[in-house]
């Protein structure tokens, strides 16, 4: 049992950065991968980034693309988002997940966080 507790969302003006942290406990990442998915309000969660337990990135090119970048940190067992040149529309709640298979997919991952606000103001 994989336990996920996300940190580092807040408020920020456009053009600023946040650092999204996703501490692990229970076991280790191992062999998991970690991804990033955002929720809207009204709107589906969505897809950000993922990070294999190889190495293999993965990037909603469309909405993050040169601006978000995915890493982990094996002896902290965390897994980070650094987020910059943010965007309004980057508001959102920000969870993090794993899973042994990497996807795009919510729903296949098992293990959740609680999820971070992240308010971005013009």
């Known amino acids: 049992q994989v336990q996920l507790v996300e940190s580092g969302g807040g408020l920020v003006q456009a053009g600023g950065s946040l650092r999204l942290s996703c501490a692990a406990s229970?076991?280790?990442?191992?062999?998991?991968?970690v991804a990033w998915f955002r929720q809207a309000p009204g709107k589906e969660r969505e897809f950000v980034a993922a990070l294999g337990w190889s190495g293999v990135i993965t990037y909603n090119t469309d909405s993050v693309k040169g601006r978000f970048s995915i890493s982990r940190d094996n002896a902290k067992n965390t897994v980070y988002l650094q987020m910059n040149s943010l965007k309004p529309e980057d508001t959102a709640i920000y969870y993090c997940?794993?899973?042994?298979?990497?996807?795009?997919?919510?729903?296949?991952?098992?293990?959740w966080g609680q999820g971070t606000q992240v308010t971005v103001s013009s």
């Open positions: 997940a794993a899973d042994p298979l990497t996807s795009t997919m919510t729903a296949r991952y098992n293990y």
């Open positions: 229970g076991r280790t990442l191992i062999g998991y991968t």
